[in-house]
């Protein structure tokens, strides 16, 4: 009986493979089988053993297609938009990993990164890490957002604007100062200054400043432009350091190698770009 209904799912999973789908719910499949909740998670379990399913959030199923069996799970991006409908949140994919999906990585991105309106604990998806990074004001930023194609339906994706102002914004998640002027060396020449503008004003103030600094620097003024006299109506403009770590330790506190006036950064070390 119980193969039965391991063997009743795992048709159920083949024919959902068929028609392009590797998600399903608890709800969907118990309807499907005509089976009750704890059959379906008996026969469910045993499948996740076997590195056949993976059940990443409540009721909530992802199937791992036979390519992908080494990797114990398919690609996030082919799950995470019916992820977050499930889980009922507002995202985007973002930081590092929109970076890469623009073009702008000098190295493998090691987290599929995304900005949820919930604070969410990460996933562990066979050899995927997916990780999660809160954001209040979802709606403020909703112009940044774009629409991407995937090869199981669509995804939501930070575009470059957006990224940009995240990677300062997310300093750690974005792997540092030195990383972050290596992926807006790239990112930059795809920004469109004008939406930059519009979407710093959703952005902390010394984000904004920081980000402008940074793109001055790496030959991309023109674009931080517009954000440059957006910043100036917000507000009068107070110096902030370019890299908030340099300072933890005051007795360790490097001395001042540069003020930037036009973006009033204190700059204690300068950003190297890998090549």
């Known amino acids: 009986m119980i193969h039965d209904r391991r063997s009743a799912l795992s048709s159920y999973m083949s024919s959902l493979l068929s028609a392009g789908r590797v998600i399903f719910s608890g709800g969907e499949a118990e309807a499907a089988l005509g089976v009750g909740r704890g059959a379906l998670l008996d026969a469910a379990e045993r499948l996740q053993r076997r590195h056949h399913l993976l059940n990443p959030r409540q009721d909530f199923y992802v199937i791992v297609p036979p390519q992908f069996a080494s990797w114990g799970s398919p690609p996030p991006n082919w799950y995470i938009d019916a992820l977050m409908r499930h889980e009922g949140q507002a995202y985007y994919v973002g930081l ?3 970076a890469e999906l623009h ?13 949820s309106g919930k604070r969410l604990p990460k996933i562990r998806a066979g050899r995927n890490l997916v990780v999660f990074y809160y954001r209040k004001d979802m709606a403020a930023v909703a112009g940044g957002i ?3 194609k995937t090869d199981t339906g669509t995804m939501r ?15 750690r998640a974005a ?11 790239d990112l930059g020449e795809k920004i469109d200054g004008e939406q930059l503008a ?10 904004v400043q920081r980000l402008g600094y940074l793109l001055d620097r790496l030959g991309h003024g023109m674009r931080a432009a517009p954000m440059h006299t957006a910043l100036a109506a917000r507000c009068p403009l107070s110096w902030t350091e370019l890299d908030r770590t340099e300072i933890r330790d005051h007795d360790f506190t490097p001395p001042e190698q540069e003020r930037d ?12 770009v890998d090549e």
Do not use: C
Request: glycine letters at 6%; a neutral charge.
């Open 198 to 207: 519009a979407l710093s004003t959703a952005a902390e103030r010394p984000v």
């Open 96 to 98: 590092l990993k929109a």
């Open 146 to 148: 774009e629409e991407r």
């Open 261 to 272: 006036p036009r973006w009033q950064v204190i700059v204690r070390r300068m950003p190297e």
């Open 175 to 185: 792997g540092g100062l030195d990383n972050i002027a290596t992926v807006l060396t």
């Open 157 to 171: 994706l930070s575009g470059p604007a957006l990224t940009a102002l995240d990677l300062l914004r997310y300093p």
């Open 103 to 115: 073009g702008a990585t000098h190295q493998a991105v090691m987290e599929f990164q995304v900005v």
